[in-house]
């Protein structure tokens, strides 16, 4: 099992940044690709970005140039680094361990909220 603890959401003004924390514990060898999700009121999750494990990143169109994926192997955590915040990117932000190869199911967090007032 992993376990997903996401930090760093919070308030911020239009053109503000933030930065998502994810710690993941447990059994991270069985982890592949890691990423962030994000669900707005109202509307389906959709990807935001992914590191894999060689480092490799895919950002959304949405986000790239602003938003940018990041980890930590010395402490198991993946980071998400948003600048110029718009209100288009309130939502709920959820931390994903790919782990179907090993375990064969996904790992999520519980989430952190962000909200870029308007």
């Known amino acids: 099992q992993v376990q997903l603890v996401e930090s760093g959401g919070g308030l911020v003004q239009p053109g503000g940044s933030l930065r998502l924390s994810c710690a993941a514990s447990g059994s991270i060898f069985g982890i592949d690709d890691m990423g962030w999700y994000r669900q707005a009121p109202g509307k389906s999750r959709e990807l935001v970005a992914t590191i894999s494990t060689n480092g490799s990143t895919k950002h959304a169109d949405s986000v790239k140039g602003r938003f940018t994926i990041s980890r930590d192997d010395a402490t198991n955590t993946v980071y998400l680094q948003m600048n110029s915040l718009q209100a288009e990117d309130t939502a709920v932000y959820s931390c994903?361990?790919?782990?179907?190869?090993?375990?064969?199911?996904?790992?999520w967090g519980k989430g952190t909220l962000v909200i870029v007032l308007s």
């Open positions: 994903n361990a790919d782990s179907r190869r090993v375990f064969g199911v996904e790992f």
